[in-house]
């Protein structure tokens, strides 16, 4: 909690492992409750009991199938990419020193809807390991867009890398933007209407395929994000303060971006593309745990997963037995927040 | 200060860029697709607009260019024997045959306008809801035929109207009677025995039970499924086409599942790989008693005379015992 | 303690190197001085600081930190030898003047460790040097020019270091705080023994705090020595083309430079 009242009467603060213990062990208790409860929930009525009855086989148990296909999967999928994508919000935000930042803004992707809308306007058609072709050539579309940030990020001047970054990624993002415009142009009236109904994101897997295919790349992205917390801290002040604090900027960087880049481009090949999970759950985060990233990244992870797992809850009850496609949700519920952040902030 | 106003620019540079961003990705104003709220059997508005009345043009003229950008009204047009009139039909019509040589000038979200007025078409049909395209037709003063659909009864309606206004009543005629005729004797076929609830299925993520586009009980695909003897398992969403959700998929428990394939469609091996993938949702019944089934053809996209064989397709994968 | 060899240093590569930054610049700063960075825009100091707390490397010479090569040390234990305090510090979140305060333990911590009570202890400490004790909790962007120089260099100080590098500490800062902050850094010379190296245009600044100057000029040395010997007219002509009149300053207690005309 922010420790001050108006101008500063000082409270004694708890040391920073205790905050650290007591922000996961929160957030944590949130995400556990989220994932444990929202496959409860949804348009269907479900007997627990029964859906978890060993005795009826499994092709005659609705609900167990209900539970299992319908519901578990697509909780999972809304906690590990709500946690990506919130993640990648905070490290963009600190790599890029823009609290504006998100997982949008580096193009990255937008090389995986380019991907995906490839596969649905020109018919791509190979599907492997339960993964649809659509999911795998969004794959390789960010993949892409990650090359060519990368490649201008290497490129860049000593002292303002973040800038040459933030630049460069946002003309990736305009240009591959061009790209779908034309790719949507080339689609016919069925194919523009998968687009469109594809970037507008959608939980609902159906199978665990997928999740473990995503869990790959982003198990790598976690084992980066993990030592980036203070550093983040000391890079948001200054890159050059903490290259002279003894930080490894271009490295630290490199693990960031590439990380960062990880995590969205599964996170967006898995579901499409959510907004306003990376750029709003840092803030909401950060009202909460103060800006120290050693509270602020494992809060995020954990907020980022019941968050979307809460919004794709909505998204599927609320105008039952039909489902909105659950980025409307994170939309309508994160545009206003956002705004209200900004000019809070101002 | 200077500080707050840049805050406040990027706010308002944020909340355009969602202004633009988001009408961007819905922004299929023509969709057809959920028409809710209208009633099955509405009648077609079958209208011919013609050129300004400045020029006092006479109205009776029969035409003898016609540019068709509806494939189903292209279709129409051969069926009553008018196909040598046609001289520009839409990107997306391939039937029958003789259309390949026929100019081609765009489709619904994108007319060839320059292409359209070349060719010196005396009318024109188009969609009702292409509003852009028949505003400049009508400042070129050139007649046109709004083509509006809902169900079933519509084909034959259009057939009639399309045949009246084009001095092909008599063929018209016969055509939509021959149509009508040929639809109950399918009808006739299946009478009598159960209907299986069905699942119809318009499209889906390829390789997974993603993204299911299904029939909501409404429109002509619907109707020619009733027809030939199934039921909707979506009949009470009233909606040309719903987004269901697997949860969804699987309370409904439908008997039999049709999935339809056109434009490019796969190859037999590709086919059974795909029929597999209904195996993740064993419960269904449809699964369980392997009724699922591909139809692959483009007779199920266009609501025109090859209905017909859409409708007996139905019909013999529904009941194969009554053929 | 610090031995700059004959440093050379361009930025760009090949054809883009348009002119060395830096010319074969040497200088030596004795442990506990006080040494002032003179010379124009353009003339490289800034780049000197940066190569000096190894943000840069230079293309020849040596850079020798308490008799250690720099490029021997790690970038954390360079970090625990200097100190750097920036013109200006913008936090992009929010935090708080302990938080700005205690980010420069981090030379003194592991990858993972979190600080401890005796960081916190020096982190205080850090603050009372600085007079910023009742800021600690206060959000770093509320503060005042001068206070938040003050906190910078209080966290700097938290490093530990025995050098401190200031680039322009008081460019940024009104006469109130210019003469706060030079008072401060006197007495943290005076009583902790810190060595500095403080770059700076202001030669009036120079001149009261610094005891020995060094005058850099199109990246090259062109003068150095005592503060009283070195910052003549003469020197201030050749630096920056401009006539001043350099007198001693009974009640300062130090040079005064005031300029006249242009040369």
């Known amino acids: 909690m922010p420790d001050t009242d108006a101008l500063g009467t000082i409270q004694p603060r708890a040391p920073i492992r205790q905050r650290v213990l007591w922000t996961v062990a929160g957030f944590g208790t949130l995400a556990a409750a989220a994932v444990l409860l929202a496959p409860l929930a949804g348009s269907t009525r479900i007997h627990l009991g029964t859906a978890f009855d060993r005795s009826i086989p499994y092709a005659d148990n609705v609900d167990a199938q209900i539970f299992f296909v319908a519901r578990l999967p697509r909780v999972l999928a809304a906690a590990l990419v709500g946690s990506a994508l919130a993640l990648s919000g905070v490290v963009f935000q600190a790599l890029l020193r823009n609290p504006l930042a998100s997982p949008d803004t580096l193009g990255i992707s937008a090389g995986a809807s380019l991907g995906a809308m490839a596969a649905i306007t020109f018919h791509i058609e190979f599907s492997m390991l339960g993964l649809s072709s659509v999911t795998i050539a969004s794959f390789a579309g960010w993949l892409g867009a990650l090359v060519i940030v990368s490649g201008l990020s290497m490129a860049r001047r000593r002292g303002s890398s973040a800038v040459v970054l933030l630049l460069g990624g946002v003309t990736v993002h305009l240009l591959l933007s061009a790209v779908i415009a034309f790719v949507q142009y080339l689609a016919d009236f069925t194919e523009t209407f998968r687009n469109v109904r594809w970037l507008m994101g959608s939980l609902d897997v159906a199978s665990y395929s997928p999740i473990v295919a995503a869990l790959v790349p982003m198990a790598i992205a976690w084992a980066g994000f993990a030592t980036l917390p203070r550093v983040l801290d000391l890079i948001s002040v200054g890159s050059e303060s903490a290259a002279a604090r003894g930080v490894n900027v271009e490295r630290t960087e490199r693990i960031a971006l590439v990380s960062a880049s990880l995590a969205t481009g599964a996170a967006v090949s898995l579901a499409g593309p959510v907004s306003f999970v990376g750029i709003v759950v840092p803030h909401m985060v950060r009202l909460l745990v103060g800006a120290d990233h050693r509270l602020v990244v494992p809060a995020s992870a954990l907020f980022g997963a019941a968050y979307l797992i809460a919004c794709d809850l909505i998204a599927r009850t609320i105008i039952a037995p039909l489902e909105l496609p659950v980025g409307i949700i994170t939309a309508i519920i994160g545009g206003p927040v956002f705004l209200w952040l900004l000019f809070r902030r101002a | 200060m200077a500080a707050l106003s840049t805050r406040v620019t990027l706010a308002i540079l944020v909340v355009l860029g969602l202004g633009y961003g988001i009408p961007k990705t819905v922004r299929l104003k023509a969709d057809t697709t959920d028409t809710s709220a209208t009633p099955k059997a509405v009648r077609v508005k079958a209208d011919a607009t013609y050129a300004s009345a400045a020029h006092g043009v006479a109205a009776q003229e029969l035409p003898r260019r016609i540019v068709s950008l509806v494939p189903a009204t292209t279709e129409m047009l051969f069926a009553m024997g008018a196909g040598p009139r046609i001289v520009g039909v839409s990107n997306y019509d391939r039937f029958p045959p003789e259309v390949a040589r026929i100019a081609k000038v765009g489709g619904l979200l994108d007319p060839d306008v320059e292409t359209l007025l070349s060719l010196k078409p005396d009318l024109v049909i188009v969609y009702d809801t292409q509003a852009d395209l028949k505003r400049q037709l009508e400042r070129a003063q050139v007649p046109i035929y709004h083509y509006l659909h809902r169900g079933l009864p519509d084909i034959m309606e259009t057939m009639r109207a399309l045949g009246a206004r084009i001095g092909a009543k008599p063929a018209a005629d016969a055509a939509a009677t021959r149509i009508e005729q040929q639809l109950a004797a399918v009808g006739r076929r299946v009478a009598g025995r159960s209907r299986p609830s069905t699942l119809l299925v318009f499209g889906r993520e390829q390789g997974t039970i993603r993204r299911v586009h299904a029939s909501g009980g409404y429109g002509f695909l619907h109707d020619v499924l009733e027809l030939a003897g199934g039921t909707d398992v979506l009949n009470d969403l009233h909606k040309q086409s719903v987004e269901m959700s697997t949860e969804m998929i699987l309370t409904r428990k439908p008997e039999v599942i049709l999935e339809l394939h056109y434009g490019n469609s796969l190859k037999p091996a590709a086919m059974d790989a795909e029929r597999l993938v209904w195996n993740g949702l064993p419960s269904l019944p449809a699964v369980k008693n392997k009724r699922v089934y591909l139809l692959a053809g483009d007779e199920f996209v266009v609501p025109g005379p090859r209905i017909v064989v859409a409708a007996e397709r139905f019909a013999r994968t529904l009941h194969p015992e009554a053929f | ?263």
């Open chain 3, 1 to 263: 303690m610090l031995q700059v060899s004959d440093i050379s240093f361009s930025y760009g590569r090949g054809r883009a190197a348009a002119q060395r930054v830096l010319d074969g610049v040497s200088l030596e700063v004795r442990r506990g001085t006080v040494v002032g960075l003179l010379g124009p825009n353009g003339s490289g100091k800034t780049t000197l600081l940066r190569i000096i707390a190894g943000v840069l490397k230079p293309e020849s010479g040596r850079v020798l930190i308490g008799g250690h090569p720099i490029e021997e040390l790690t970038r954390r234990d360079l970090a625990r030898r200097v100190a750097v305090v920036p013109q200006e510090t913008h936090s992009t979140f929010d935090f708080s003047v302990i938080d700005m305060v205690l980010m420069g333990r981090y030379p003194h911590l592991g990858a993972f460790e979190l600080e401890g009570a005796s960081d916190q202890t020096i982190a205080r400490d850090a603050l009372a040097a600085t007079g910023t004790t009742a800021l600690e909790l206060r959000p770093f962007a509320t503060l005042s020019g001068g206070e938040k120089q003050r906190v910078v260099i209080a966290s700097a100080l938290a490093q530990a270091s025995d050098m401190l590098l200031l680039d322009e500490p008081t460019a940024a800062l009104d006469l109130r705080y210019q003469f706060e902050i030079t008072a401060l850094l006197r007495s943290l010379n005076t009583e902790r023994g810190t060595t500095m190296i403080v770059s700076t245009h202001d030669l009036n600044l120079a001149a009261g705090l610094c005891e020995r100057v060094v005058l850099l000029k199109q990246g090259r040395v062109i003068a150095h020595g005592t503060t009283d010997e070195t910052l003549t007219a003469a020197n201030i002509r050749l630096l920056y083309g401009v006539d001043a009149d350099v007198q001693y300053h009974p009640r300062a207690g130090h040079l005064t430079v005031v300029p006249i005309a242009r040369y």
